[in-house]
């Protein structure tokens, strides 16, 4: 089974592509649906509220997840321990998800990461895809739910995309039509099972 790593910044439109993916038949895993499911549990609550107060919770008990995106994206420090709170859950979760896919033994299986590179995460894929969009773009997308400043403090809290696609096997360019996209993920996906089937027969000769 190849395991995919997609990533890119907030707006590039990672989860356009992991769509695609899916439609293509191809199983995705997305971290931020994991990190949204450990935010409704009390462990991860009662760490939250331990670490950050209960002013970051709502009248229902649920964490006010607005208002602590705005502190973790203004202080590197409590997003470093936001972090250190979740992420280790996270990824227990996604392998034990890939595993379940390798047991079902599918070709290939999408896992939409932000935070690949961030999170030194590289070792735990295969291939890393990178969706790229130009800046303007992405603000303008950003800017139809977040002010400027929210705009700016999420994107300098990533890596650079321009180093994310250095660092990654194949860049997407989602700056063009549904179309145009598609037909890059359809491209990189027959490329990417062509080389593991020369990777395999070579093992086996």
């Known amino acids: 089974m190849v395991r995919i790593g997609l990533t890119g910044v907030f707006g590039s439109g990672k989860s356009t592509v992991s769509q695609i993916f899916k439609k ?7 971290c ?8 409704k549990t009390e462990k991860i609550k009662e760490k939250i509220a331990e670490n950050f107060g ?15 995106a705005r502190l973790v994206f ?8 936001l972090n250190e709170i979740i992420h280790p859950h996270v990824f227990e979760i996604m392998e034990k998800k890939l595993d379940t896919y390798r047991k079902r033994c599918k070709m290939a299986v999408v896992v939409e990461i932000p935070l690949l590179f961030e999170t030194r995460s590289e070792k735990k894929f295969d291939v890393i895809i990178t969706v790229f969009s130009p800046d303007r773009l992405i603000k303008e997308r950003l800017g139809k739910r977040y002010s400027p400043q929210e705009v700016e403090m999420r994107l300098k809290s990533q890596m650079p995309l321009e180093k994310k696609m250095r660092l990654s096997d194949y860049v997407i360019d989602n ?26 027969k070579k093992s086996k000769n």
Do not use: A, H
């Open 24 to 30: 293509m038949g191809v199983p995705v895993i997305s």
């Open 32 to 39: 931020d649906t994991i990190v949204n499911r450990l935010l």
């Open 54 to 68: 209960r002013e970051y919770f709502v009248e229902d008990g649920n964490i006010d997840k607005k208002k602590l």
């Open 74 to 81: 203004s202080s590197s420090l409590k997003r470093k321990r």
């Open 175 to 200: 700056s063009g039509s549904l179309s145009e996209t598609r037909k890059q993920v359809k491209t990189i996906l027959q490329e990417i099972m062509r080389r593991r089937s020369i990777c395999q």
